[in-house]
């Protein structure tokens, strides 16, 4: 079978990843093509596009972006009419992929099945968006909430479970360390304007934790080793000795008591190790008001971090904006080294609510049947 994966940022290509791995395990001979950057050419995906630097917080940062971003779908569509994978795969990224999809079934009359895993307005319940998802995709979902949604509407979407549930296991609970110490990861993002907005004030706030706690120890995860080098200037700049480079959430978080992290997927690949956090995120002031406008969308605005979202209760403290100070961050850490234990009862919680831990496995053996033709209706 050949397939092709559409994504455009680091979680995407990360989930695009691990059903590549599953759909290989059931068809060795698999060939795949997409889209997408290091993680799927490691994977042995045949890069069709590279997707760094698509990926974009707001409208208005997207509009610089939004004539290469057509032209790489149209020559992407033409693409994909032209080879006819087996299945075809779009991973998130509405902007990108929603027109896509769009492009392949209304102007090309492409008729090979489209999976969309992770479909849009996942928190913004679009009815306009779901209809167009379902009339031109077959649409799998990570969440029970847009499932839900979707059967309402009368519209089918396929619901396993979080994919990524299955992929991560909750460590041993560990006890608080001493008063002066611990182990501190900062995961301050995978975009180069998170990383430009989020490292500093995450390295002040680990110069402030420090000075609460001496012997506190610290991680900071780089996602794309392009960026190795700004962050070793951002580091020296700010002055904070002993402060080791990781590349990906897991490695920065093996010995980590608690983590400042980026909200988006990393708190969702956090939680589900069983390491306590902190979330936070600070946009640009060119789209504060597209922020706080999709703040009181998602659901009146009580939370943006994912698993806050997912149970409707805080579970990760949310620092958002100008309220991420270096003090506030700080002394939010300090809490938490104090009693990291805390959040385990909520941690638990959060798990059951994101579904089976086979839903990889599922999701896989639904889009292997896709493939081959011979699972066309959703469970």
């Known amino acids: 079978m050949r397939y092709f994966f559409s994504t455009g940022e ?7 990843v691990l059903l590549a791995r599953a759909l290989r395990a059931r068809d060795p001979e698999a060939q795949f093509e997409g889209i997408g950057a290091s993680r799927m050419r490691e994977e042995g995906v045949r890069l069709w596009r590279d997707h760094t630097g698509w990926a974009s917080m707001g409208v208005v940062a997207a509009i610089p972006r939004i004539p290469r971003l057509l032209v790489q ?12 994978p087996d299945l075809v795969v779009l991973v998130d990224f509405g902007a990108f992929n929603v027109r896509l999809a769009e492009t392949l079934r209304e102007h090309l009359h492409y008729e090979g099945p489209i999976l969309y ?4 307005s996942a928190w913004l319940d679009s009815v306009r968006t779901a209809r167009a998802v379902s009339r031109w995709t077959t649409p799998v979902t990570a969440f029970a909430h847009q ?8 519209l089918p979407i396929a619901y396993f479970g979080h994919p990524l549930l299955g992929e991560y296991h909750e460590r041993a609970a560990r006890p608080a360390p001493a008063r002066d110490a611990g182990c501190v990861a900062l995961l301050p993002g995978s975009r180069g304007g998170e990383l430009s907005r989020h490292i500093p004030v995450l390295l002040q706030a680990l110069a402030t934790l420090r000075e609460r706690r001496p012997r506190v120890r610290a991680t900071i995860a780089v996602a794309d080793r ?3 080098r700004a962050v070793v200037s951002a580091i020296r700049t700010a ?3 002993e402060l080791r480079i990781e590349h990906g959430v897991r490695d920065a978080l093996v010995d980590a008591d608690a983590a400042w992290v980026a909200s988006g997927t990393a708190v969702l690949e956090t939680l589900l190790l069983g390491v306590p956090a902190i979330a936070l995120y600070v946009v ?16 009146g605005g009580r939370f943006i971090t994912l698993p806050n979202l997912v149970v409707q209760e805080e579970i990760v403290e949310e620092y958002l904006q100008e309220k991420a100070t270096p003090e506030a961050l700080a002394a939010a850490m300090d809490r938490l080294l104090e009693d990291p234990q805390r959040m385990r009862e909520k941690l638990a919680r959060f798990r059951v609510a994101l579904g089976s831990e086979e839903a990889l496995e599922r999701c896989a053996d639904f889009a292997f049947g896709l493939a081959r033709g011979i699972s066309g209706s959703i469970p």
């Open 147 to 154: 499932e839900a949604f979707y059967r309402s509407l009368g």
């Open 284 to 299: 640009s002031p060119f789209v504060i008001w597209y922020g706080r406008r999709m703040q009181r969308r998602i659901y």
């Open 117 to 120: 895993l992770y479909p849009p």
């Open 10 to 16: 680091a979680s995407g290509e990360f989930s695009a």
């Open 73 to 84: 779908m149209w020559r992407t569509a033409l693409h994909i009419a032209h080879v006819r």
């Open 239 to 241: 002055r904070v000795p």
């Open 226 to 228: 392009r960026f190795d």
